[in-house]
T-cell receptor, first 115, second 115 residues
Framework: DTEVTQTPKHLVMGMTNKKSLKCEQH?????MYWYKQKAKKPPELMFV???????INESVPSRFSPECPNSSLLNLHLHALQPEDSALYLC??????????????FGEGSWLTVV | AQKVTQAQTEISVVEKEDVTLDCVYE???????LFWYKQPPSGELVFLIR????DEQNEISGRYSWNFQKSTSSFNFTITASQVVDSAVYFC????????????WGAGTKLIIKP
């Protein structure tokens, strides 16, 4: 079983709605990630939190707002999304530090549909 | 420039056949890490293996085996006696020592195992 859990599994939202995706990891990792994946494509990195601070933002539109309440939780707040934002959103976590190339572990993903 | 190429877009075999998924990478770094992930239709990206550039030993895990050859910049993945449950998209990815958190992904190979 995955040690990165995401909720909800499926979300349908209107373009004027505000919703959130939630992620929790149980591996004691200090880096957490949000990825976006469109059909038949590899995942695209959106955000990285390192020690609960935002360290990478891959020029993601402001309608996506990440939040890291503590070292094991990661949220992605969604507001005024567009239909083209419909995708699989994957949360992930990894170790940090000394050892580069730390393995990134992914959750099951949240399937988002914007209508 | 760093790059990962999975030239096989889709492979279809009959159950119990052996199948090899190809991965060719490009990097200027002498220290790097290679990964394989499996993504079944449910969406979760499942980590399979991590290999660092200093370790060219091949690896076997049950029906899975990996052949890492620096001379040809390849990290191929073989499934022996394939099963229907092996049906998934498989991604090869590269992480360079200087780019913490970042994975460079191949396009993925969709593997279909027919009963």
């Amino acid at each position: 079983d995955t040690e990165v859990t995401q909720t909800p599994k499926h979300l349908v939202m209107g373009m004027t709605n505000k919703k959130s995706l939630k992620c929790e990891q149980h591996m004691g990792h200090r880096a957490m990630y949000w990825y976006k994946q469109k059909a038949k494509k590899p995942p695209e990195l959106m955000f990285v939190y390192s020690y609960e601070k935002l360290s990478i933002n891959e020029s993601v539109p402001s309608r996506f707002s990440p939040e890291c309440p503590n070292s094991s939780l990661l949220n992605l707040h969604l507001h005024a999304l567009q239909p083209e934002d419909s995708a699989l959103y994957l949360c992930a976590s990894s170790d940090i530090g000394g050892r580069r190339g730390n393995t990134i572990y992914f959750g099951e993903g949240s399937w988002l549909t914007v209508v | 420039a760093q790059k990962v190429t999975q030239a096989q877009t889709e492979i279809s075999v009959v159950e119990k056949e052996d199948v090899t998924l190809d991965c060719v990478y490009e990097t200027r770094d002498t220290t790097y890490y290679l990964f394989w992930y499996k993504q079944p239709p449910s969406g979760e990206l499942v980590f399979l293996i991590r290999r660092n550039s200093f370790d060219e030993q091949n690896e076997i895990s049950g029906r899975y085996s990996w052949n890492f050859q620096k001379s040809t910049s390849s990290f191929n993945f073989t499934i022996t006696a394939s099963q229907v449950v092996d049906s998934a998209v498989y991604f090869c990815a590269l992480s360079e020592a200087d780019s913490n958190y970042q994975l460079i992904w191949g396009a993925g190979t969709k593997l279909i195992i027919k009963p």
